[in-house]
């Protein structure tokens, strides 16, 4: 009677340990995407050059797979997703590898003024040249009178 | 709607050009300079349509991103110009004429096609290198991008350049020529007037373009403004300055009437019948040879004579 008891109760402790580790969401979620997912995306980023890590072309796949990861995860181990955990991973991530790209560098912008301004006044003082020159050539080929 | 736009242009221009080539008893130098300025408008909305057509409506061109497409892109930037720049030389040509030398030689045309036809080239490959360099999104679609004024900012510069002129023209024809030359600074101002009304008419959209109206009503009428101003334009110009020339629809209704005729009596040339009307004319004020090199002074010429059939032409005014 006693052994049963003792194994019922070791059975009793397995479940309650099995049932803790499949509905909670607590570090464990953290550890495993660190393990499983962040391994593979270092890898691919460190197969890109450096200068290459603010591109998105060269980024979104790998970017796209470690999203995926934590998601697939996250459904395992029957947590929400997104959450915190996830929130913070992603900030740890970006901060390492994308910190120094610039706000609207992956959006097409103008070049700054100092470009632009003589893209537009060069061509404007050459046309106005240019007309000076016809009417000068064309008066030139009537003689006055 | 752009597209039928674009069409009627297209059409309406050819027509044009071919009762500019058909009628040889018309051609002189502004004839010529019409005809190259046609000639520019069909090509630029042939490129437009071909633009709208091929790139513009389909998206899986524009994903794909040839370079095709920045090749096209690339020549209706240069026809663009041309258009502006052919309707500056055409008020060069004006202002040379009665401005500058009012007793003048035939022109030389050679600096006319250079900045005409030659000159364009500069901007739209400026416009490309800055570009590719700066802003190469695909197919170059995007109108958000400031660079679009290293094409723009000289079509303005020629607009007003052509605007001064033609302003300056007026304003010799109004105080210096009145006295003295009463009746051909008439005519003159009639000339000056079909370029004086186009010029703003094709430069209008430029400077209305950033204000649209916050109305509903009012922001609808000036879409259709806009868009008619757009891409009418080719119609427009050769209706002012073609189907509304006095001395064109004399030259039509003369044909016509000659077919109507059909074997009836053989007009005389109109070579030959306004020779005759100089010799004929009772203008003494102005020498006969200026009218050898003005297209409208042959108009004034016959309006002055008794002969029969100049009668007809005055019927109509001269536009252009």
Known sequence: ?145 | MAIVGHALSIVSLLISLAIFFYFRSLSCQRITLHKNLFCSYVLNSAFTLVNLITVVNNPKVVQRNPIGCKVLHFFHMYMLGCNYFWMLCEGIYLHTLIVVAVFAEEQHLHWYYLLGWGFPLVPASIHAVARKKYFDDNCWMSVETHLLYVVHGPIMAALLVNLFFLLNIVRVLVTKLRDTHRAESNMYMKAVRATLILVPLLGIQFVIFPWRPENRLAGEIYDYIMHILMHYQGLLVATIFCFFNGEVQGALKRQWMQYKAQWGQRRREHCSMRSTSYTATSITEVPAFMYHHDCNSEHLNGKQTEDSELVALKTGETYA
């Open chain 1, 1 to 145: 009677m006693a052994s049963v008891s003792w194994r019922h109760a070791l059975f009793f402790l397995l479940v309650v340990n099995l049932s803790v580790l499949t509905t909670a969401c607590s570090s464990h979620y953290g550890n495993a995407i660190e393990e499983f997912c962040l391994a593979k995306f270092k890898l691919d980023m460190e197969v890109l050059d450096q200068r290459q890590w603010c591109s998105w072309e060269d980024t979104v796949e790998s970017y796209g797979e470690l999203t995926n990861c934590t998601f697939l995860v996250a459904l395992k181990m029957n947590c929400f997703w997104p959450n915190r955990m996830v929130d913070e991973f992603f900030i740890r991530v970006h901060r390492h590898y994308f910190h120094d790209c610039s706000m609207s560098g992956r959006l097409l912008h103008d070049p700054p003024n100092q470009i632009l301004g003589p893209f537009i006044v060069v061509p404007i003082l050459v046309t106005l040249l240019m007309t000076a020159l016809v009417v000068w050539r064309s008066k030139r080929s009537e003689g006055i009178i």
